[in-house]
Nanobody, 121 residues
Framework: QVQLVESGGGLVEAGASLRLSCAAS????????MGWFRQAPGKEREFVAA??????YYADSVKGRFTISRNNAATTVYLQMNSLRPEDSAVYFC????????????????WGQGTQVTVSS
């Protein structure tokens, strides 16, 4: 069982940066693929970024602005978000899974509770 806890969200102005963290309890991420998703009010949860083995994947809307990474101990996954835009406002979730389509929520078995990111214009 993996428990995931996100942190680092907040209210920022457009153009600012935030770094989200996702901490694992119970075990490390070393055997899991990790993803970040987000969900805005009234919208479906959408893929943001994923880290599968040594490969990274990004949604087109965040490519070049967001970076997913993890620490060497494989206990924390990060999402560095730069040049934030109002349309990036959402609840951000991290997730862990064993493989499959990186973009699909069905790929991931464990989810955190989410952290709110609000970007003002």
């Amino acid at each position: 069982q993996v428990q995931l806890v996100e942190s680092g969200g907040g209210l920022v102005e457009a153009g600012a940066s935030l770094r989200l963290s996702c901490a694992a309890s119970g075990r490390t991420f070393s055997t899991y693929n990790m993803g970040w998703f987000r969900q805005a009010p009234g919208k479906e949860r959408e893929f943001v970024a994923a880290l599968f083995a040594s490969y990274t994947y990004y949604a087109d809307s965040v490519k070049g602005r967001f970076t997913i990474s993890r620490n060497n101990a494989a206990t924390t996954v990060y999402l560095q978000m730069n040049s934030l835009r109002p349309e990036d406002s959402a609840v951000y979730f991290c997730a862990a899974g064993s493989g499959g389509n990186v973009h699909s929520t069905n790929t991931y078995d464990y989810w955190g509770q989410g952290t709110q990111v609000t970007v003002s214009s």
